[in-house]
């Protein structure tokens, strides 16, 4: 041993010292950079190449905001855990990407009194429909960013081949049914109809604002609402399709039979748009369909931007936001989110687009419908009920009527 | 020569420390990111702890609540245990089989001792996403496979009946680190006892029966201990293959206790729960190591034996000598 004691008690001291300071951020007391600039950490759920488009959209606000700093934090698939860390740990993201507000409204900056500070029209200029989905009882949580409605895609091959008409708005779901039973096919092994056999509770609430019901009223009771008359028809005529094997269930969200060009209709979001392109699927979109007396609804899959309560730089924090929601950024996202803002929309005569217009109309006439998740005060529990007695209704092994099965989640 | 003697006395100072030094990093590690949450999931399991907000005193609440108030907790305890009971001695006979074969002196034997291993360096996420697309009911290659022998193609993660099968055979995938472990130990095993036994006209089942399982019940131990803890904290391919479905019937311990902290955001009863099977884990290993006196075989305990017995024999021949001396 040819070291001295000193020598390595030097090495060591500074080994742990680089690991500490590791840990700690570089950061001065008063939250600034030695350059002077405020950093601002931001988290996204997004993966792949849009997070690359996001880098870039992030290099431009820095370039123009010399005194901001934004560094992005893409935490992917487990967004939500990683969130809930943060959080947890006092150490959430200055801003991130939001749509459970329910669950983290503790954790976030009511955004009220940054907006009043704006224009009229700043508010206005968001889709009114958004607002509900990034508020709890009136108070703003987040700036809208983009959304999905849902909607029906058909295949339009399926339909040629069986001598339909392509769906139009406006249409019911007694048509729909007719069209399920015309394009199923036993020899070919093809069905109408394709939906997940454990569809997520927040989702199929829309089916139920179709007919007039939900899952709860507006005290947050599920006796009366969720096993009032329109609700068990809705449930019923789901169960139905399956029993007269015009529609099967998926073990995702029928997306991947719909690829596969064995089923003719599924109903979902925006996210499929590129992807069905891709498989080379010759596809439509259209309305949901009704039930006869009022147009159909649809649940909203809404991304916001929300700012933590901890955060220490809240007015950067929302000057980063009001950047990331505006005209730009919303035109900048087109390839892969549908803008929130009226006047992008307009620019972009995205009302004219066959396809996307069908998402505005959706979302257009859902404006007046709130989720039981920001209703109820115990959603995560209740939703965890619904899942498994959806699954009772819907899988093969047990098929329990829709009424019985409700009934164990109301009592 | 006094100088000398102060140089050599720091010399085992330093000696002394050094090593500690250099493990450091680990003990901090261990203590920062082990020991220390493992403590304060202690306290948090005394707390009604929501991840925002204030956390809440409330003693033993989340205990009784567990008990009393929580149908799926036994629900999830019951489909442990039972996935436990059949994963073990599957895990424990696959792995031997395997181990077995991959002893044998047959040409080509490494390439498949490292295919048989293979499968334990996937990373755990990788192997459910496999699984769930060899499981599908449409396009999945088991069934695909079912349907050329005409026998009944089940639908694997829909039927509730065979969920847990399906979660019973991705995790037996992972089998290769006990096969290894039982191969070095097979091994290990003198080759004159064989020669010995076969002399004796033992074949090849009694040989294993006699002597390759008793030398290796250490081993078997060991596997069966880790593996039991293995099953009871089973937790990525619940997560990511099934979620716990269909119907809950894969609604694991594990998964019970993650959807309670990140899902229901109860941090303190989370913590409950998992010291509930801490509990749970301590006293199956007790039992297990209670139970090893009856059937595990130690070479060195034999060898200290007849030691003893060799130095005993000779004592006494040593006195009978001296008493016959004397007399």
């Known amino acids: ?411 | 020569m006094p100088i000398k003697k102060k140089k050599e006395k720091k010399f085992t100072l330093i000696r002394k420390r050094v090593p500690y030094l250099f493990i450091m990093p680990w003990i901090i590690g261990y203590l920062a990111f082990t020991l220390g949450p493992l403590a304060f999931s202690l306290v948090m399991s005394l707390f009604d702890w929501p991840i925002a907000g204030e956390a809440k005193f409330i003693g033993i609440d989340n205990f009784t609540k567990m008990f009393t108030a929580d149908p799926q907790f036994y629900n999830s305890l019951l489909i442990t245990f039972k996935f436990a009971l059949i994963f073990v001695p599957l895990n424990l006979g696959v792995a031997l089989i395997l181990a077995l074969l991959i002893t044998q002196p047959i040409k080509g034997m490494k390439f498949f001792r490292t295919i048989f291993y293979l499968p334990a360096v996937v990373s755990g996420v990788a192997v459910s996403i496999i699984w769930g697309w060899m499981f599908n009911t449409e396009y999945g290659v088991f069934n695909y496979l079912l349907s050329f022998l005409g026998l009944e193609e089940p639908s694997w993660l829909i039927d509730p009946k065979w969920a847990i099968v399906a979660i019973v055979i991705a995790s037996a995938w992972g089998v290769g680190t006990m096969m290894l472990i039982f191969y070095t130990d097979i091994k290990s095993i003198p080759h004159d006892m064989y020669e010995a036994a076969a002399i004796d006209g033992a074949g090849v089942i009694r040989q294993f029966i006699s002597i390759t399982i008793p030398s290796i019940t250490p081993t078997i131990l060991f596997n069966v201990i880790t593996s039991v803890i293995a099953a009871l904290q089973q937790l990525t391919l619940v997560l990511l293959l099934t979620g716990g479905g269909p119907l809950k019937s894969t609604y694991f311990y594990g998964l019970f206790v993650y959807n309670n902290a990140f899902k229901h955001h109860e941090l303190g009863y989370a913590s409950a729960n998992a010291w509930f099977m801490f509990i749970i884990i301590m006293l199956f290993t007790l039992m297990i190591f209670k139970s090893s006196s009856a059937w595990v075989f130690y070479e060195a305990e034999v060898k200290k034996e007849k030691k003893e017995k060799r130095e005993k024999k000779k004592k006494s021949e040593v006195k009978n000598n001296e008493d016959f001396q004397k007399a």
């Open chain 1, 1 to 411: 041993m040819k070291f001295s004691k000193g020598y390595v008690f030097l090495v060591f001291t500074l080994v742990l010292a680089m690991l500490l300071s590791a840990c700690s951020s570089s950061e001065s007391s008063d939250g600034k950079n030695e350059d002077g600039k405020v950093t601002l950490r931001f988290a996204t759920w997004d993966v792949g190449e849009d997070v690359e488009l996001q880098e870039k959209l992030i290099d431009q606000f820095n370039a123009e905001n010399t005194d901001i700093n934004v560094v992005l934090e893409a935490y992917g698939g487990d967004y939500d855990t990683k969130i809930t860390a943060g959080i947890g740990a006092k150490d959430a993201p200055d801003v991130m990407y939001m749509w459970n507000y329910p669950q983290y409204k503790d954790a976030l900056e009511p955004l009220d009194p940054y907006i009043e500070e704006r224009d009229k029209e700043y508010k206005e200029n968001f889709y009114e429909a958004l607002w509900n989905y990034n508020s709890i009882n009136e108070d703003v949580y987040g700036l809208p960013v983009g959304y999905t409605t849902h909607v029906v895609y058909y295949n339009k091959d399926l339909f040629d081949k069986a001598g339909l008409a392509y769906p139009k708005a406006g249409w019911t779901w007694d048509e729909f049914q007719e069209a399920s039973k015309k394009l199923t096919n036993k020899g070919d092994k093809t069905t109408g109809f394709a939906f997940p056999g454990k569809p997520d509770p927040y989702d199929f609430e829309m089916y139920l604002w179709g007919n007039g019901a939900s899952y709860v009223d507006d005290k947050g009771n599920l006796d009366g609402s969720l096993n009032s008359p329109e609700s068990i028809e809705t449930f019923d005529m789901f169960y139905n399709m399956l029993k007269e094997e015009v529609a099967i269930t998926s073990e995702s969200w029928g997306d991947t039979e719909m690829k596969s060009g064995k089923v003719g209709m599924i109903i979902n979001g925006a996210w499929y748009l590129s992807a069905f392109e891709e498989a080379g699927i010759n596809y439509g979109v259209v309305e949901i369909p009704s039930f006869g007396d009022k147009p159909s609804a649809s649940i909203v899959s809404s991304s916001g931007v929300a700012m933590s309560k901890d955060s220490e730089h809240k007015e950067e924090a929302f000057r980063f936001m009001e950047f990331w929601t505006g005209e730009q950024a919303n035109k900048e996202r087109l390839s892969f989110e549908l803008p929130v803002l009226k006047s992008v929309v307009e620019s972009e005569k995205l009302e004219e687009d066959p396809t996307k217009k069908v998402f505005y109309s959706m979302l257009e006439q859902s404006k007046e419908y709130t989720p039981t998740s920001f209703i109820t005060e115990d959603w995560s529990q209740l939703s965890e009920n619904l899942e498994l007695t959806f699954e009772q209704m819907f899988n093969p092994s047990t098929r329990v009527e829709p009424k019985k099965a409700i009934k164990t989640v109301v009592e």
